[in-house]
């Protein structure tokens, strides 16, 4: 295969009566307490478990879930789980990759499976954008031999399944609901994956036998409105500009309870702005290429007094790399059966490129590419949870983990242009 460019808790004593009226005004009473229960209990429902689905961009068919929990027992698919999770190397790992048929874990799951570890993909398939993209990543896996399950990682049955069919050594956690924008319009969708999800699968993997160790992917937004630069993992991370930011700082301290109280050894991966072939639609690079080769408008946003906002773009085989090196370097979790045994390890580290680059030279880079005039419309930076920079500073990820970005923004785009002519055509099977 080609290098591939989630009643009162202290009853007081009732006093019951004889009389007709005392016993009809219990009977209304209970019923009453048994009314609002059902309707507290019914809201809890809604807002956790559907809620992410009355969005066309989140959930899956409701009918696919009433067969979840059967799929899962019948013997070919703990047959196609174990042959992908088969190691085929000497000295490999197998690895759990959540969320793995979307842009980030598909790569990692290719980079895995290329170097002979054993690799099980979990992914939902959610439509946040077009699934169509995601099942195309997911036949490209398929034919590498790696086999994603499609559930929810909220799902702890089906979990606890997996964990009972192939005994992990390692979890890459990449599954989240992304985007800064769109928790304006979706809030709870954000808590149900990425911090619920977080949580769930967390909770699994503490009461498995032998734990497996976990990097999982935070984000550069948890700076947040921080302006120092570049940013540092020293640097505070309790100002976030955006609900998406506050779900990913809300998940590193999930992480440190779970790796204080159970041994779970934690890696987490704050990314910069990754980018790159089979990348996702909502991202700028992806939509201005889209935009410009279709002749509409893009949005060039700028700071207060004509400020440059600019980004500390990442290639997507940079980040690969780092998240490889995070798993080869992750010691064991030192927990057993949700017992800790001794201390285990918690880290972060930042991946990005070290040089970001403003975002109207972004979209010159394009012009040059695709050869075509991009209709540029200068707009403010909008107070939705967008910061007006990120840079990184990398310098513990290049002692503890041997990273270095070698793809500079104007190779890597080209690589990305070549992907997307290559996947839409010149605009004419262009995504919506």
Known sequence: MKHIDCAPSTPGKFKIEKSPYNRLRLHSSLAKLTFWSLVFLGLIYVFFYRSPSSSPHTSSDPSRRSLRTSFYRDASFEKRVRASAKIRSRNGISVLVTGAAGFVGTHVSAALKRRGDGVVGLDNFNHYYDPSLKKARQALLERTGVYIVEGDI??????????????????????????????????????????????????????????????????????????????????????????????????????????????????GLRFFTVYGPWGRPDMAYFFFTRDILKGKSIPIFEAANHGTVARDFTYIDDIVKGCLAALDTAEKSTGSGGKKKGPAQLRVYNLGNTSPVPVSDLVSILERLLKVKAKRLVMKLPRNGDVQFTHANISLAQRELGYKPTTDLQTGLKKFARWYLSYYGSGKKSPQ
């Open 154 to 267: 909220n799902d702890a049955s089906l979990l606890k399944k997996l964990f009972e069919i192939v005994p992990f050594t390692h979890v890459m956690h990449l599954a989240a609901q992304a985007g800064v924008r769109y928790a304006m319009e979706n809030p709870s969708s954000y808590v149900h994956s990425n911090i619920a999800g977080l949580v769930s699968l967390l909770e699994v993997c503490k009461e498995a036998n032998p734990q497996p160790s976990i990097v999982w992917a935070s984000s550069s937004s948890v700076y947040g409105l921080n302006t120092k630069v570049p940013f540092s993992e020293r640097d505070r991370t309790d100002q976030p500009a955006s609900l998406y930011a506050a779900t990913k700082k809300a998940g590193e301290e999930i992480a440190h309870t779970y790796n204080h109280i159970y041994g779970l050894s934690l890696t």
